[in-house]
Each structure stands twice: as C-alpha cells, then as structure tokens.
C-alpha cells in the first residue's frame, strides 16, 4: 500500500468539504467572540481544526478560501491576510502531524509558535499597507507609544502584531485542540489520510 | 450572505475576470506611484465606475468596516510619524505633524481606493458567475464547489447556532457577565456546533460522491453563458495602465 504523507495532495470528498465547514466554524468563532465581548478574535478555530484534522495542505487552503470569502462578504481588508492565514493552516498542520497536540502543554506551545509565526507574517503586510498599524485598538496604543519613543518602525509594527496574535493564536489552539480531543474517533478516521480504516 | 446587488448596469454586464483585473490593477498602482494627486483620480474613478454601476451608496457600510483602521492610521501616524518636523496644528498639548498627517491621508486614500475597487467586484458579480467564469478559465471544479458551498453552508450554520444558543440558556448558561463568565460560555456554545457541522460533513461527502462529484471527464456548464462583451479590450486598456504607471515610476 502506498504511504501516505501529511503533504498528500490526495485530495478525498471528505477533506474538500471540511473546508467550508472549517470556514463556517471561523465565522462562527468570531461571532460567538463578539457576541460574549471576548478580547479576542478566534476567527480561526476553523482553520486550526481542519489542519489538525486533514493535515496541513488542506489547513492552508482553508485559511485562503476564508479570507476570501471574508473579503466577498463583509470585509474587503481582509483578503490582504490571506497568506497570515495560509500559514497559520500550515504551521499547525505540519505540528500537529508531528505530535504537538499531544496534551494541553505542548497545545500552547504549538499556539505560541503560530502566534509568533503569524505576527512576523503579518508585519510585511502591515507596514506595506497601512504604515504599520494592525487596526486593533491595543496594538496600535502600544504601536504609538513605541513610535513616540522613536524606535524603529519595524519593530514596533512586530510589536503591535505579538500583542494581538499571540494571546489570540494560543487560546484559538487551545480551543480546537480541546474541541478536537472531544470528536468521536469515526469522525476523526474520515479526514486522516494516513489510516486506511474508515474511507468513503 | 454576499453583498452582491441585482441591478442592471453596464457594470453589471462586463465579465467578472475583467473586474477582477480592475481590482488588483487599481490597488496595485496605488502603491506604484505614491503621490495624492494621482491617488485621488485612481479613487475618482473608481467612484465613477461604482456610480455607473448603481451601486454607490451600498460602498458606504463597507468603508464603515475599515473606519477603525483608519482612524487609527490617521491618530498614530499624525502624532508620531519618524520624520515628524513640520508642527500642522495642536489639539490642546499634542502636536499634529504635517509629514504624519500627509502619509496617513495616502493611507487612507489607499484603503478606500482598496476598498471600493473591491466594492466594484463583490456589489457587481455574482459569486456563481465569478466561480463559473474561473473554472471555464481552468480551475479545478472542486475549488470552486468549495468556494460556493461556504456561502450555503454559513447561513445554515447561524441558524443552527440560534438554536444551540437557546438549548443551552435554557440548561442555565449563562452568556452575560463578568469575563469569567463570558470565556466559560464559549465552549458550550461552539462545541455543539463544531461537532454538528462536521458531522454534515461525513452526510455530504456520502451525497456528493453519490452523485459522481469525483467522476472523470469534462464537466459542462448549467449556464453556458460566457459571452461578455468588451472582456479582451478591457483587461488590455488595464494591463496597458499597469504598465504606464510602471514606466511612469522609473523614469520619473
């Protein structure tokens, strides 16, 4: 039988429709987040899951189609993340595949790695576009206070992203990994490419 | 769920692969050449094309989106830009820097120039248009299948999620309160959801492969209808200005 790697572009039925649930379920995040005036955004936990679940190639497209489709339906600014979003989906993916979502602590490093990851991702794009700042009222304070000691602009753009992606990118895991330890093993069995157990 | 807003114009006509050209076209050379003049006439005609289009007054809500963005572009760099030199005014003890000031009113121009021209798109097309006309273009019916199902799947899933909201008041959660409170509810509310939705997805998949969603062969169009008029001459006048605003940056 041949073997399975976590980048088989193999790409079954039940993969492909884990995408618009994912995105649904990023929607749904941040939804539940507005509604509960959580300081957070967890408008990944769709992403993340279905990294966590199909492996990485099918995590980052994920990530793309849900900033487009963000982008179509509410907010255009957020077709520039895009690619933050593509790597988020693959972080976790590859991570995941090699044992990072063993127990709740290795969880959160695997958040803080993505938060970290996601922030120098995001920085570029920031400063290309709009000067730097993210749009997140806590980032930007600190943005401003770091601008005001005349510290470089990079830096303090690096800054304002760690502030908002790290707390934001480790509860987001934390979330998906307890969501993901909960799902029942048939479920699980239909997007892992590497078993051969249960296949449409 | 999409913006998207029936009416006839010209706008609505051209085909949605020009449109999409517009769009990356009339950001990219907002950035190309970094002087307000030109930023303006670009955002000018972008707002031309939206009223042509009818389309002018749903951009309003969309702008209001990014209005947080762009306040704080203008508060942050207008106080503490790195070249601040020249004093513009003072609100009270702080001082407004006209070097700030100049760069955040191009990054705003910027944004609402990225914002309408993507406005030109999604208020004009259909999704199912523009996914019909990129897969006739070559790409893989499955992405777009994927691209299509999140604008039916979404809906159904708020729904479900007004449900689940009030199954789990009526257990006693609790959704308002301190920020303890508020984290606690989270779960109980996603996590019925999530497993939900997932498990449609094990049904769907059934359906789909039921129905030869991974047959081999060509696939045919429901609607064969491909025929925009002024598609190649429109995408040539863009690609054309893209050019232009390349040389014009390098020789001036």
């Known amino acids: 039988m041949k073997k ?55 995590g980052a497209i994920a990530g793309i189609v849900n ?21 988020i989906g693959l972080i976790v993916g590859i991570m995941a595949y090699k044992g990072w979502i063993a127990n709740v602590g290795k969880a959160l490093v695997l958040g ?13 794009l920031n400063i290309m576009f709009w000067g730097g700042q993210t749009g997140n009222v806590w980032g930007d304070a600190l943005f401003a206070m770091m601008m005001a000691q005349d510290m470089p602009l990079w830096f303090a753009s690096f800054a304002d992203s760690i502030v908002v992606d790290v707390p934001d990118k480790m509860a987001t895991v934390l979330i998906s990994f307890l969501i993901f330890k909960g799902l029942p093993k048939n479920l699980t069995h239909l997007y892992d490419n590497r078993s051969e157990i249960e296949r449409l | 769920m999409t913006l998207y807003v029936d ?102 121009l910027r944004i609402i120039n990225m914002v309408c021209a993507f406005g030109v798109l999604i208020l004009t097309t259909k999704p199912d248009h523009l996914v019909d006309s990129l897969i006739y273009k070559g790409m893989s019916p499955k992405i777009g299948y994927v691209f299509l199902s999140v604008l039916q799947i979404i809906p159904q899933m708020m729904a479900m999620t007004s449900k689940i909201t009030d199954a789990q008041r ?24 999530v497993l939900n939705s997932l498990n449609d997805t094990r049904e769907r998949s059934i359906a789909l492969e039921i129905r030869g969603f991974n047959a081999k062969g060509t696939k045919s169009f429901l609607n064969e209808s491909f025929h925009y ?4 001459i429109l995408k040539l006048i863009l690609v054309i200005l893209l050019f232009a605003a390349i040389v014009w940056r390098i020789v001036l």
């Open chain 1, 4 to 58: 399975n790697s976590m980048w088989s572009l193999n790409f079954t039925t039940a993969a492909l429709v884990l995408i618009p649930a994912a995105i649904g379920i990023n929607y749904l995040g941040k939804l539940f987040a507005g509604l509960l005036k959580l300081p957070l955004w967890l408008d990944s936990i769709g992403t993340v899951l279905a990294s966590m679940l199909a492996g990485p190639i099918i």
């Open chain 2, 170 to 193: 009526s257990r006693g959660m609790e959704k308002e309160g301190k920020l303890k409170t508020r984290i606690k509810s989270f779960i109980p509310l996603l996590g019925p959801v």
């Open chain 1, 67 to 87: 900033n487009i489709i963000y982008g179509f339906t509410a907010d255009p600014i957020s077709f520039v993340y895009a690619i933050t979003s593509a790597v």
């Open chain 2, 7 to 108: 009416k006839k114009s010209v706008i609505h006509d051209i085909d949605p692969l020009s449109k999409l050209l517009f769009v990356f076209i009339s950001i990219a050379i907002t950035y190309i050449l970094p002087t307000h003049l030109f930023v303006i006439s670009v955002l000018a005609f972008t707002f031309i094309v939206l009223l042509v289009g009818k389309v002018f007054t749903y951009i309003f809500p969309v702008i209001g989106v990014s209005m947080l963005l762009i306040i704080s572009i203008v508060i942050v760099q207008g106080f503490f830009h790195p070249d601040r030199a020249t004093l513009l005014f003072e609100i009270g003890p702080l001082p407004v820097y006209k070097e700030g000031f100049a760069f955040a009113f191009l990054l705003t």
């Open chain 1, 112 to 124: 803080l790695v993505v938060g970290l990851i996601a922030a120098t991702v995001s920085t570029p």
């Open chain 2, 229 to 232: 008029k002024y598609g190649l």
